[in-house]
Nanobody
Framework: QVQLVQSGGGLVQPGGSLRLACTVS????????LAWRRQAPGKDRKTVAGITSGDVTVYDDSVKGRFTISRDNDKNTIYLQMNDLKVEDTAVYYC????????????????WGQGTLVTVSA
């Protein structure tokens, strides 16, 4: 069974940095895309960064220039490096995977990690 396991997060002061990690466990044949999404208190979830199997990256305007998404294919892990954090970045962050195919052929349309709380506060 494929699972997404997140790590990182926590409390940081404005202007600080954090790195989130998400490891895709299981016998993976392919993944179309991976992304980081967040849900701030009282707001809808939104995608903040994504990366395709071809390493094309996209970012929400609110994080461009501050956040960087990357992947380590050998470790089946993606990262979200978050710099110059702002109070408005406070949210629960989720990693997601779309178009996941296991060795053997079983596929998943979309999978989610367990979520990680990032709090930016003085």
């Amino acid at each position: 069974q494929v699972q997404l396991v997140q790590s990182g997060g926590g409390l940081v002061q404005p202007g600080g940095s954090l790195r989130l990690a998400c490891t895709v466990s299981g016998n993976i044949a392919s993944i179309i895309g991976l992304a980081w999404r967040r849900q701030a208190p009282g707001k809808d979830r939104k995608t903040v960064a994504g990366i395709t199997s071809g390493d094309v990256t996209v970012y929400d305007d609110s994080v461009k220039g501050r956040f960087t998404i990357s992947r380590d294919n050998d470790k089946n892990t993606i990262y979200l490096q978050m710099n110059d954090l702002k109070v408005e970045d406070t949210a629960v962050y989720y990693c997601t995977a779309v178009g996941v195919v296991e060795v053997g052929g079983h596929s998943y349309n979309e999978l989610w990690g367990q979520g990680t709380l990032v709090t930016v506060s003085a």
